[in-house]
């Protein structure tokens, strides 16, 4: 089953009472959320890269289009939200930050066009971990 704006919230206590009804919040969430977007998070952390590497440019895009100081991408906070929403996301399809805690950070690449972040959480497969979502990607033949 997907991660919840709920799951989230219930997950990460210090940020669920401010957040809990803020707008801005539950709809950076659900764009996260999306079928795709996962996707290129999972293929990014196989990568060795910073899950939120492949979805940043929608998140800023979002923000400047419902700036808001309610959800302030200027603030650390919110970035750090940011990371938080994205484990809770990837935690279904077995992906937990890297550990010791000491590897899980990396600097974006400078190739990402980006003006709110800098760094981000790397992941990988947990094999061992209660995964509850998978992606299955086929190939297929066009029947002509």
Sequence with gaps: MYATYQNFLDENPR?????????????IFMILSREDNIIKMIDVSEAGRPAVEAVVACIEEYFELNKNADF??????RRTVIGYMIRTILQ???????K????TQKKLLRSVDTKHFQ???????DPNAPATMEVIRS????AK
């Excluded at 401010?18 to 919040?25: G, M, R, V």
């Excluded at 279904?92 to 930050?97: A, C, T, V």
């Excluded at 190939?139 to 066009?142: G, Q, V």
């Design 15 to 27: 940020c669920g009472k401010a957040l809990e009804h803020n707008i801005n919040s539950r709809d």
């Design 72 to 77: 302030d991408l200027n603030n650390k906070q």
């Design 92 to 98: 279904p399809f077995g992906y937990y930050p890297l």
């Design 119 to 125: 760094s981000g959480s790397c992941y990988e497969f």
């Design 139 to 142: 190939i297929r033949e066009i």
């Design 100 to 103: 010791p805690a000491s590897r």
